[in-house]
């Protein structure tokens, strides 16, 4: 398969690249001093947005977007290099539009809104004016079979009133944040089809009745725009509010989670190419025992092993990213489980590899490392734990053997 890629593709590749090199990386140490004091960086964020708007660096992920939407249209395999690049500071992606849970937010508005809810909520966050959350996982349920989802959605004349609790709910601590696409049972009966009980219902995080909770650390490390718990007690919204139809809500978070979970594992190789270049450049300069570290053959095995898991992985998620482009999101179901696999467990691999060549600084603030560790283990977690991908996959790959049950017969015999 040939992922070679157009001159036009390349050139836009080389513009993001000097974009992050001139205006992203010198911006980086500001920004995590401001993200430490408590602070939002929005002063810092907003002029930089404008540049990469002004550079054709915008919505840069959305294949249906249309000619009057602001941003460049691209299909999923061209947008692939340019999430990896993004991916290379852990909050770039905002400067440029292309920041979760927003995409897969403004892949369901697209897909579902009516002209109202487009115009109150999508061209805001087509412009980059508000961002968004996505309100699915709760506390008290096994939330990775989204069936469990218990949240109530009520009708009420012409409001529905939402009763429930989710955390781990990303961007909800943004001070942008201006909307939740909330999941929960409107079907409450008890014959009802597990598939069709839920529903999504927008609803403005200055509803009456929204609660932030808290933003819950993970490993102990706070995330600034946050992976919230919140609290939804007697919160009503008009029957307005309603995304796509009543019953629905099951099949649009599915469809919502294929291309995020693509951007997410390029993000994450453009992470454990930072690894890499960090641990080359250490085992280059750190001397032990008379020797560089570059110079011992365990350092070299680390080395080798990160650039071709790295390079394997990339090729599955292009894959995967063109099966979409030509298929549909359905059609790639099973290898985008498959990278979502892959990829989480990359990184903690590669980082921890470059951990161990940077000895204790790997640990501190002073390298990046320990941030990018920790988001790999959670990337194990977002969008779906391993062992239900790992299930898909084998799913698959037994229902290719059940209907070719007894083709392989005749590779038993060896004599």
């Excluded at 937010?105 to 697209?110: D, I, Q, R, S």
Aim: glycine share 8%; aromatic share 6%; proline share 6%.
């Amino acid at each position: 398969m040939d992922f070679e890629y157009s001159p036009e593709m390349q050139a836009t590749q080389q513009t993001l690249r000097r974009f992050m090199e001139r205006e992203v990386l010198p911006a980086n140490g500001e920004w995590y001093r401001q993200a430490g004091s408590g602070g939002y960086p929005l002063a810092l964020l907003e002029p930089l947005k404008a540049k990469a708007r002004a550079a054709g660096l915008w919505n840069m992920f959305l294949p249906g977007l249309k000619a009057d939407e602001p941003g460049t249209r691209l299909s999923n395999l061209d947008y692939a290099p340019l999430a990896e690049i993004m991916g290379r500071v852990m909050w770039a992606s905002e400067v440029f539009n292309c920041s979760a849970p927003d995409t897969g937010n403004m892949e369901l508005l697209h897909l579902a809104a009516t002209p109202a809810q487009y115009e109150q909520w999508l061209m805001p966050l087509l412009e980059g004016r508000i961002r968004s959350c996505f309100a699915m996982t709760e506390p008290d349920v096994a939330s990775s079979d989204a069936t469990n989802i218990r949240t109530s959605i009520r009708r009420d004349g012409e409001q529905y009133v939402i009763n429930g609790r989710k955390w781990f709910i990303t961007g909800a601590a943004h001070p942008n944040c201006r909307i939740a696409i909330v999941l929960g049972v409107s079907d409450e009966r008890p014959d009802a089809d597990p598939h069709r009980r839920h529903s999504m219902v927008l609803v403005p995080m200055d509803t009456p009745g929204v609660t932030v909770v808290r933003n819950i650390p993970i490993m102990n490390h706070h995330s600034p725009e946050g992976h919230c718990e919140l609290l939804f007690r007697d919160v009503r919204v008009p029957v307005s509010n309603l995304l796509g139809e009543q019953g629905q809500g099951f099949r649009l978070a599915q469809a919502r989670l294929g291309p995020g979970r693509v951007h997410h594992c390029m993000r994450t190789i453009g992470q454990c190419e930072v690894a890499l270049e960090l641990m080359c450049e250490r085992a280059l300069e750190r001397r032990t025992f008379g020797r560089h570290l570059a110079e011992f053959s365990n350092i070299q095995d680390w080395i080798a092993a990160s650039r071709i898991e790295i390079d394997q992985a990339r090729l599955l998620v292009l894959r995967a990213a063109a099966l979409m482009d030509r298929a549909g999101n359905a059609a790639a179901r099973v290898d985008v489980s498959a990278i979502k696999v892959v990829a989480g467990q990359l990184q903690t691999r590669v980082v921890d590899r470059a951990m161990q060549v940077f000895g204790a600084m790997g640990l501190t603030p002073d390298v990046p490392l320990a941030d990018l560790w920790t988001w790999g283990r959670a990337i194990r977690f977002v969008d779906g734990p391993d062992e239900v991908h790992l299930r898909t996959v084998a799913r698959a790959e037994l229902a290719k053997a059940r209907a070719s049950r007894g083709s392989t017969a005749a590779y038993y015999r060896v004599s």
